[in-house]
């Protein structure tokens, strides 16, 4: 806006002036109403701008980061194989017997199925006495194909030698295979070989010591897939 005259000297002077800078007359010049709304307007609509501008949303808001939903797929997860249930079967070995006019040494293996289903399993016996030389070391049965699919010189013989290749070794050289009906039990006599003369490859042909008789007795169950589900320990005193 252009310059307006002094109400009281009649210089030209700013509208917004509030002191005459030519007389001195304080407020020279009068607003008119219409010039008092134009500056209300103003002020009413830069308040609004503001106010826009600043709220949630507005430029001059702080934004969020957007987060978008990932479009990446996980692999739907298989389903875990069921594993076979295994036979809840308990082994115990009792009334150990020594004939030493037949060179045998005998002993009760009993089996009892404890679940609901019929269990078929194999049983190893394995016998030794570690405290001569040579040592006296047995099993039954088919001590010849035990030892032989061990490939041991010295007739040391554990578990895992007996479930190894279990899919390909010989019927016979898996243990007694028998099947147990739920509750029953089933037993049979043991016979594992008591010799003079030491039939092991490292050792073959000399004497045995008589007083070297089996001492610790070992057997083991397992299951139709060559998997060990039960085992027990005995220690044997001297007949």
């Known amino acids: 806006m252009g310059l307006k005259k ?7 002077v700013s509208w917004r002036a509030k002191v005459c800078p030519h007389c001195g007359q304080p407020h020279p010049v009068r607003v008119t109403g219409w010039a008092l709304w134009c500056w209300v307007a ?3 609509f830069g308040g609004v701008l503001v106010i826009g501008l600043a709220a949630p949303g507005g430029k001059l808001s702080p934004r969020k980061p957007e987060v978008r939903p990932s479009t990446t797929r996980r692999p739907p997860r298989r389903p875990a194989k069921a594993q076979p249930a ?7 070995l009792d009334k150990f017997t020594l004939d030493r006019g037949a060179g045998l040494y005998w002993c009760d293996v009993a089996l009892e199925n404890r679940g ?24 039954w049965p088919m001590p010849g194909l035990l030892f032989g699919q061990a490939k041991t010189r010295r007739a040391d013989l554990s578990h895992h030698d007996v479930s190894r290749d279990w899919a390909s070794r010989p019927a016979e050289s898996k243990g007694w295979r028998v099947e147990v009906k739920p509750g029953q039990v089933e037993t049979t006599r043991a016979a594992l070989a008591f010799n003079q003369l030491c039939q092991h490859e490292a050792w073959r042909g000399r ?20 998997k060990l589900v039960e085992q027990r320990t ?3 005193a001297p007949p």
């Open 234 to 236: 005995y220690k044997v």
């Open 6 to 12: 002094c109400r009281a000297c009649g210089w030209g």
């Open 116 to 139: 609901r289903k019929a269990a078929t399993v194999h049983v190893v016996v394995y016998a030794k006495n570690d405290g001569f030389v040579p040592p006296r070391r047995g099993a």
């Open 86 to 92: 295994q036979p809840a079967v308990k082994v115990t």
């Open 207 to 226: 004497l045995m010591d008589g007083r070297a008789v089996y001492r610790e007795w070992q057997v083991w169950v397992f299951s139709a897939a060559g």
């Open 42 to 44: 103003v002020a009413v």
